[in-house]
């Protein structure tokens, strides 16, 4: 799965934000909010990635449990799709 | 036609095919050197036709006729917007008013009442003994230096072309919603993001979007954001004024 959009990301005060840019800003106009891990669940998603891959990149990079991660970004994952945002 | 006018602090040159696009902005006009120049012609003005056809089609209206020289203006405006982007300067939606020498700027979608709300503070606060004047009625841009966010003037300033030539230190942004009664609440942490986005020019760069939102960032964590629901009483200038300038900073 991989985002439909071209997105820029951009860290600010209160954790990240992410708006469509170019061609896509007319696609979708709003702008999604996201803490440390689902940004970058959302930075994977960039790429056409798998769940598993997503997991195994959030366990490189972070420390805790796998099974906890995994729930977080199928969460996260389950709202992008919601919001029409995931090809 | 070409010429140079100063907008928050930056002096820009001009060209373009109509002499009412000089004429729109006279009280801005300068001799100073520009720091960037930007050009409309008649592609940018049937850009700007089709985008406005675009926009009344995705509200349901009818396509409204504009003449070039309306369309022409817009066009130069969005030129300087995309650019004002990589100097810390961010054009905003909302009709700002200055109040002893401190500015709010109020927001909402067009036609749900800023301005009206900002003549009701041109005429209740002045007997009160307040200096008041209309920085920018329309689209200001806000300039973000070190210390402060400033809303300035510019020839863009809406129908009654309410505006002065002026940069003022930011002290609230509120949103507005129409209520039978009149009420005002700090802004939720989770509306400030979609509000100030959805108020603020969106770039055509891809480069530019970063800086944007480094600028919002900047107003979320520095200006106090309300939500005010109000009608068209007097009553309702007095609610956003206790709350927006007397407390506030």
């Known amino acids: 799965m991989k985002l439909k959009y071209k997105f820029v990301v951009q860290e600010v005060s209160d954790g990240f934000v992410a708006v469509a840019v170019g061609a896509d800003a007319a696609k979708f106009s709003g702008i999604i909010r996201m803490n440390k891990t689902s940004a970058f669940v959302f930075k994977q998603l960039m790429k056409d990635v798998t769940e598993d891959e997503i997991v195994a990149g959030m366990c490189e990079k972070y420390d805790g449990d796998e099974q906890v991660m995994r729930k977080d970004a199928r969460a996260f994952i389950k709202k992008l799709a919601a919001a029409d945002l995931l090809a | ?249």
């Open chain 2, 1 to 249: 036609m070409e010429f140079t006018i100063k907008l928050a602090g930056i002096p820009v040159g001009v060209r373009s095919l109509h002499e009412s696009t000089r004429d729109l902005c006279r009280d801005y006009l300068t001799d100073e050197e520009p720091y960037f120049s930007v050009t409309s012609g008649e592609d940018e003005i049937a850009a700007e036709r089709e985008r406005s056809a675009k926009a009344d089609e995705a509200e349901g209206r009818s396509v409204q006729p504009y003449s070039d020289e309306y369309l022409e203006t817009l066009a130069v405006y969005r030129k300087i917007a995309e650019k004002m982007t990589e100097r810390d300067i961010l054009l905003f939606h909302g009709s700002v008013i200055a109040v002893d020498g401190k500015a709010y700027l109020f927001t909402a979608p067009s036609g749900t009442g800023k301005s009206t709300h900002t003549r009701l503070w041109r005429k209740v606060l002045p007997p009160l003994g307040h200096d008041v004047y209309m920085v920018n009625d329309d689209k200001p841009l806000l300039k973000f230096t070190d210390e402060a966010v400033f809303a300035c003037g510019t020839p863009w300033d809406g129908k009654h072309h309410l505006s002065r030539n002026c940069m003022v230190p930011l002290k609230g942004v509120c949103r507005i919603h129409q209520a039978p009664q009149n009420e005002i609440r700090t802004m939720k942490a989770g509306d400030a993001w979609p509000v100030l986005f959805r108020q603020s020019y969106r770039p055509e760069d891809p480069a530019h979007a970063a800086s944007v939102l480094r600028m919002l960032d900047r107003i979320l964590t520095g200006v106090p954001l309300f939500e005010l629901y109000c009608n068209m009483d007097s009553e309702a200038a007095l609610v956003s004024w206790r709350a927006m300038g007397e407390k506030g900073a």
